[in-house]
Protein backbone atom coordinates (compact mmCIF):
# COMPACT_ATOMS: atom_id res chain seq x y z
CA UNK A 1 0.00 0.00 0.00
CA UNK A 2 2.46 2.55 0.83
CA UNK A 3 4.62 1.60 -2.50
CA UNK A 4 1.70 2.27 -4.25
CA UNK A 5 1.05 5.51 -2.33
CA UNK A 6 4.57 6.35 -2.73
CA UNK A 7 4.72 5.48 -6.46
CA UNK A 8 1.38 7.92 -6.87
CA UNK A 9 3.25 11.10 -5.45
CA UNK A 10 6.03 10.66 -7.32
CA UNK A 11 3.89 11.03 -10.42
CA UNK A 12 2.26 13.69 -8.95
CA UNK A 13 5.45 15.22 -8.69
CA UNK A 14 6.58 14.48 -12.12
CA UNK A 15 3.33 16.01 -13.77
CA UNK A 16 3.35 18.84 -11.34
CA UNK A 17 6.99 19.77 -12.11
CA UNK A 18 5.93 18.70 -16.00
CA UNK A 19 3.07 21.57 -15.66
CA UNK A 20 5.16 23.95 -14.49
CA UNK A 21 7.91 24.12 -16.82
CA UNK A 22 5.18 24.17 -19.40
CA UNK A 23 3.39 27.09 -17.87
CA UNK A 24 6.52 28.77 -17.82
CA UNK A 25 7.37 28.44 -21.39
CA UNK A 26 3.79 29.80 -22.24
CA UNK A 27 5.34 33.24 -21.71
CA UNK A 28 7.39 32.71 -25.00
CA UNK A 29 5.36 30.22 -26.49
CA UNK A 30 4.67 26.90 -26.73
CA UNK A 31 4.58 24.21 -29.78
CA UNK A 32 1.62 22.50 -30.38
CA UNK A 33 2.79 19.20 -29.12
CA UNK A 34 3.57 21.13 -25.28
CA UNK A 35 0.05 22.84 -25.86
CA UNK A 36 -1.78 19.36 -26.29
CA UNK A 37 -0.21 18.26 -23.23
CA UNK A 38 -0.60 21.05 -21.17
CA UNK A 39 -4.29 20.54 -22.10
CA UNK A 40 -3.79 16.60 -21.29
CA UNK A 41 -2.15 17.35 -17.74
CA UNK A 42 -4.73 19.90 -16.58
CA UNK A 43 -7.86 17.34 -17.87
CA UNK A 44 -6.41 14.68 -15.94
CA UNK A 45 -5.54 17.16 -12.57
CA UNK A 46 -9.08 18.87 -12.59
CA UNK A 47 -11.11 16.17 -14.74
CA UNK A 48 -12.26 19.64 -16.70
CA UNK A 49 -11.76 20.14 -20.59
CA UNK A 50 -9.28 23.38 -21.55
CA UNK A 51 -8.75 24.88 -24.48
CA UNK A 52 -5.97 27.51 -25.30
CA UNK A 53 -7.11 30.79 -26.58
CA UNK A 54 -6.26 34.28 -26.53
CA UNK A 55 -7.29 36.80 -23.92
CA UNK A 56 -9.35 39.57 -25.74
CA UNK A 57 -8.26 42.73 -25.91
CA UNK A 58 -9.85 46.13 -25.21
CA UNK A 59 -9.20 47.16 -28.80
CA UNK A 60 -10.28 43.80 -30.30
CA UNK A 61 -12.97 44.45 -32.34
CA UNK A 62 -12.35 48.32 -33.24
CA UNK A 63 -13.05 49.54 -36.84
CA UNK A 64 -10.95 51.03 -38.90
CA UNK A 65 -9.66 52.02 -41.96
CA UNK A 66 -5.72 52.27 -42.77
CA UNK A 67 -4.62 54.94 -44.74
CA UNK A 68 -1.39 53.80 -47.04
CA UNK A 69 0.99 56.76 -46.02
CA UNK A 70 4.00 56.39 -47.92
CA UNK A 71 0.97 56.67 -51.58
CA UNK A 72 -0.88 59.66 -49.48
CA UNK A 73 2.15 61.65 -48.51
CA UNK A 74 3.73 60.81 -52.20
CA UNK A 75 0.13 62.12 -53.87
CA UNK A 76 0.08 65.21 -51.91
CA UNK A 77 3.92 65.62 -52.55
CA UNK A 78 2.52 65.64 -56.33
CA UNK A 79 -0.16 67.82 -55.66
CA UNK A 80 -2.32 65.73 -57.34
CA UNK A 81 -4.90 66.28 -54.47
CA UNK A 82 -6.74 69.12 -53.52
CA UNK A 83 -6.84 69.80 -50.35
CA UNK A 84 -10.77 69.87 -50.33
CA UNK A 85 -10.51 66.09 -52.08
CA UNK A 86 -7.56 65.36 -49.09
CA UNK A 87 -10.70 66.28 -46.83
CA UNK A 88 -13.46 64.96 -48.65
CA UNK A 89 -11.38 61.86 -48.72
CA UNK A 90 -11.07 61.72 -44.59
CA UNK A 91 -14.97 62.17 -44.22
CA UNK A 92 -15.47 58.75 -46.21
CA UNK A 93 -13.84 57.02 -43.30
CA UNK A 94 -16.92 55.83 -41.58
CA UNK A 95 -18.49 54.62 -44.89
CA UNK A 96 -16.04 52.84 -46.26
CA UNK A 97 -17.27 48.83 -45.93
CA UNK A 98 -14.81 46.16 -44.64
CA UNK A 99 -12.60 43.91 -47.54
CA UNK A 100 -14.50 45.51 -49.93
CA UNK A 101 -13.99 49.17 -50.00
CA UNK A 102 -17.15 49.81 -50.81
CA UNK A 103 -19.13 53.27 -49.33
CA UNK A 104 -22.15 52.32 -47.94
CA UNK A 105 -24.91 53.59 -45.43
CA UNK A 106 -24.51 53.05 -41.89
CA UNK A 107 -26.94 53.90 -39.52
CA UNK A 108 -25.79 56.31 -36.79
CA UNK A 109 -26.73 54.39 -34.15
CA UNK A 110 -24.85 51.31 -34.89
CA UNK A 111 -21.63 52.11 -37.16
CA UNK A 112 -21.03 47.88 -36.35
CA UNK A 113 -24.44 47.42 -38.84
CA UNK A 114 -23.54 46.07 -41.81
CA UNK A 115 -25.74 47.45 -44.70
CA UNK A 116 -26.97 46.08 -47.99
CA UNK A 117 -27.44 49.45 -49.35
CA UNK A 118 -24.21 51.23 -51.24
CA UNK A 119 -24.10 55.02 -50.42
CA UNK A 120 -25.12 57.11 -52.81
CA UNK A 121 -24.19 60.72 -53.50
CA UNK A 122 -27.18 61.85 -52.55
CA UNK A 123 -27.11 59.60 -48.79
CA UNK A 124 -23.44 60.50 -48.53
CA UNK A 125 -24.26 64.46 -49.08
CA UNK A 126 -26.93 64.51 -46.22
CA UNK A 127 -25.04 62.48 -43.59
CA UNK A 128 -21.98 65.12 -44.33
CA UNK A 129 -24.33 67.80 -44.58
CA UNK A 130 -22.82 69.50 -47.91
CA UNK A 131 -24.71 70.05 -50.96
CA UNK A 132 -25.47 67.28 -52.92
CA UNK A 133 -24.48 68.63 -56.31
CA UNK A 134 -21.11 69.47 -54.63
CA UNK A 135 -20.37 65.67 -53.41
CA UNK A 136 -21.76 64.36 -56.22
CA UNK A 137 -18.70 67.02 -58.44
CA UNK A 138 -16.10 65.73 -56.08
CA UNK A 139 -16.79 61.92 -55.87
CA UNK A 140 -16.69 62.36 -59.95
CA UNK A 141 -13.36 63.88 -60.32
CA UNK A 142 -11.88 61.78 -57.26
CA UNK A 143 -13.45 58.83 -60.15
CA UNK A 144 -11.52 60.27 -62.98
CA UNK A 145 -7.81 60.55 -60.37
CA UNK A 146 -8.45 56.52 -60.20
CA UNK A 147 -9.33 57.45 -56.31
CA UNK A 148 -12.72 56.39 -56.28
CA UNK A 149 -14.58 54.04 -58.83
CA UNK A 150 -18.43 52.43 -59.48
CA UNK A 151 -18.90 49.04 -60.25
CA UNK A 152 -19.72 47.30 -63.69
CA UNK A 153 -23.35 46.38 -63.18
CA UNK A 154 -23.65 42.75 -62.15
CA UNK A 155 -20.53 42.46 -60.54
CA UNK A 156 -20.53 40.17 -57.12
CA UNK A 157 -18.38 40.35 -54.23
CA UNK A 158 -16.52 37.22 -52.68
CA UNK A 159 -19.26 37.94 -49.82
CA UNK A 160 -21.86 37.47 -52.46
CA UNK A 161 -22.87 41.17 -52.54
CA UNK A 162 -23.79 41.88 -56.01
CA UNK A 163 -23.13 45.34 -57.19
CA UNK A 164 -24.52 47.60 -59.66
CA UNK A 165 -23.12 51.14 -61.82
CA UNK A 166 -23.97 53.30 -59.11
CA UNK A 167 -21.85 51.54 -55.86
CA UNK A 168 -18.83 53.66 -55.35
CA UNK A 169 -15.52 51.96 -54.01
CA UNK A 170 -12.47 53.44 -52.82
CA UNK A 171 -9.21 53.13 -53.78
CA UNK A 172 -7.33 50.59 -51.03
CA UNK A 173 -3.94 51.36 -52.52
CA UNK A 174 -5.02 54.92 -51.45
CA UNK A 175 -7.12 53.98 -47.84
CA UNK A 176 -7.86 50.07 -47.17
CA UNK A 177 -10.14 48.72 -44.43
CA UNK A 178 -8.97 45.34 -44.50
CA UNK A 179 -5.57 43.37 -44.07
CA UNK A 180 -3.20 44.27 -46.73
CA UNK A 181 -3.86 41.02 -48.55
CA UNK A 182 -7.05 40.31 -47.94
CA UNK A 183 -8.75 42.65 -50.40
CA UNK A 184 -11.67 41.74 -52.53
CA UNK A 185 -11.11 40.42 -55.74
CA UNK A 186 -13.55 42.40 -57.28
CA UNK A 187 -12.56 45.78 -55.72
CA UNK A 188 -8.74 44.25 -56.79
CA UNK A 189 -10.37 44.17 -60.47
CA UNK A 190 -11.66 47.42 -60.48
CA UNK A 191 -8.62 49.20 -59.14
CA UNK A 192 -5.93 46.94 -61.35
CA UNK A 193 -4.70 49.80 -63.90
CA UNK A 194 -5.78 52.74 -61.60
CA UNK A 195 -2.93 55.33 -60.44
CA UNK A 196 -0.33 53.41 -62.87
CA UNK A 197 1.63 55.78 -64.95
CA UNK A 198 -0.59 58.70 -64.00
CA UNK A 199 -0.04 62.36 -64.76
CA UNK A 200 -0.25 65.74 -62.50
CA UNK A 201 -2.95 67.96 -64.42
CA UNK A 202 -0.61 70.42 -66.25
CA UNK A 203 2.39 68.11 -66.68
CA UNK A 204 3.36 65.08 -68.37
CA UNK A 205 5.58 63.57 -66.13
CA UNK A 206 4.46 60.20 -64.99
CA UNK A 207 4.33 58.92 -61.79
CA UNK A 208 3.88 55.51 -59.88
CA UNK A 209 2.78 54.87 -56.28
CA UNK A 210 5.13 53.67 -54.13
CA UNK A 211 3.39 51.07 -53.01
CA UNK A 212 0.44 48.61 -54.50
CA UNK A 213 -0.88 45.87 -52.53
CA UNK A 214 -2.70 44.09 -55.97
Not at 23 to 48: M, Y
Not at 86 to 107: H, M, Q
Not at 158 to 184: H, K, L, Q, Y
Request: net charge positive.
Amino acid sequence: MKKALDEAEKKARVRDSKLEELINQAEVGLSADQQKTLLEILHKTTGDNYFIGKRKKKTDGVRFVQILMENYNYLSQIKYLSNAQKAFLLDLVPYVEFKTNILIERPEEDLEEVSENSASPSYLAKKLERDRSTVSLMMNDLMKKGILAVAESGMTTEDGRVCTSRTWFVNPNIMCCSARDDVDKATQRIFKRSLKNFKVEGSSKKHQLPIYLF
